[in-house]
T-cell receptor, first 111, second 115 residues
Framework: DGGITQSPKYLFRKEGQNVTLSCEQNLNHDAMYWYRQDPGQGLRLIYYSQIVNDFQKGDIAEGYSVSREKKESFPLTVTSAQKNPTAFYLC??????????FGQGTRLTVV | AQTVTQSQPEMSVQEAETVTLSCTYDTSENNYYLFWYKQPPSRQMILVIRQEAYKQQNATENRFSVNFQKAAKSFSLKISDSQLGDTAMYFCAFMSPTNGQNFVFGPGTRLSVLP
């Protein structure tokens, strides 16, 4: 079945540690996105990529980094520079002017 | 920059009744796309309905329909015959082909369907 897979579902980060969230899609979509969702709030764009080897900062990119070496993969690294990383992270992909398809999300907690 | 506003943080409706969720947006674009997404407690984002701005006819998907008023920049969602499974957060979203084709989401409306 085609879809978007995010892993892990739950992730715990210690202070000062970098962690990487995985996002893989087999939909052959060109565009991929990372969103952050805080409790009771909407989705805020962190990074997006329209094609391989190219990506752009979204509204809240500080403290995050991404790569897009393969069309299918768009991992997000939450660096130690992100001071408040506890949130729910959603990855999405899209082709053409269609809707975005979402993964099931990763809940990141700082311990 | 485009913005999306959902003025109802929370709403409730009795099972089998009809409810309308509001969404307004701000843009200077003429061609764009609007979406309603549902996020149930599982937190999976699910597309409910999609509307192209160049189409005057309002989109309909089974019990879900929209009232798209382009001049007023309004895009409300009507849920008919509400079911318990409709309980979720509902997000209105805007996408413009000229804005990097990125989605702009509203803050959401939490809908509770009461038995």
């Amino acid at each position: 079945d085609g879809g978007i897979t995010q892993s892990p579902k739950y992730l715990f980060r210690k202070e000062g540690q970098n962690v990487t969230l995985s996002c893989e899609q087999n939909l052959n979509h060109d565009a991929m996105y990372w969103y952050r969702q805080d409790p009771g709030q909407g989705l805020r764009l962190i990074y997006y990529s329209q094609i391989v080897n190219d990506f752009q900062k979204g509204d809240i990119a500080e403290g995050y980094s991404v790569s897009r070496e393969k069309k299918e993969s768009f991992p997000l690294t939450v660096t130690s520079a992100q001071k408040n990383p506890t949130a729910f992270y959603l990855c999405a992909s899209r082709i053409g002017f269609t809707e975005a398809f979402f993964g099931q999300g990763t809940r990141l907690t700082v311990v | 920059a485009q913005t999306v506003t959902q003025s109802q943080p929370e709403m409730s409706v009795q099972e089998a009744e009809t409810v309308t969720l509001s969404c307004t947006y701000d843009t200077s674009e003429n061609n764009y796309y609007l979406f309603w997404y549902k996020q149930p407690p599982s937190r999976q984002m699910i597309l409910v309905i999609r509307q192209e701005a160049y189409k005057q006819q309002n989109a309909t998907e089974n019990r879900f329909s929209v009232n798209f008023q382009k001049a007023a920049k309004s895009f409300s969602l009507k849920i008919s015959d509400s079911q318990l499974g409709d309980t979720a957060m509902y997000f209105c979203a805007f996408m413009s082909p000229t804005n990097g084709q990125n989605f702009v989401f509203g803050p959401g409306t939490r809908l509770s369907v009461l038995p």
